[in-house]
Nanobody, 115 residues
């Protein structure tokens, strides 16, 4: 079973940047499109961005133009570079596959955007 470990979150001011990382265990990483999801307090988990096995990226409208997803198959790692952060980006960020790999959610990494 694959496991994900997210890192890179923190407390930042509006307009600043963060780079999130997610390391996946197991050998299936290269076979899956990978995605970043986020869950804000009181809201459902939502898809933020995903990247296919051949590096095609797609983004939610809420982060389009401000974020870049990338993957390093040699390191079983997917990244999310987030720029021009806004308070509404505050959430716990998770990575997982597309479709979601059941039972494999990690702890997530908290991103808080506040002045």
């Amino acid at each position: 079973q694959v496991q994900f470990v997210e890192s890179g979150g923190g407390l930042v001011q509006p307009g600043e940047s963060l780079r999130l990382s997610c390391v996946a265990s197991g050998s299936i990483f290269t076979k899956y499109p990978m995605a970043w999801y986020r869950q804000a307090p009181g809201k459902q988990r939502e898809l933020v961005a995903f990247i296919t096995t051949n590096n095609r990226a797609n983004y939610a409208d809420s982060v389009k133009g401000r974020s870049t997803i990338s993957r390093d198959n040699a390191k079983n790692t997917v990244y999310l570079q987030m720029n021009s952060l806004k308070p509404e980006d505050t959430a716990v960020y998770y990575c997982n596959g597309v479709p979601i790999i059941s039972g494999s959610w990690g702890q997530g990494t908290q991103v808080t955007v506040s002045s």
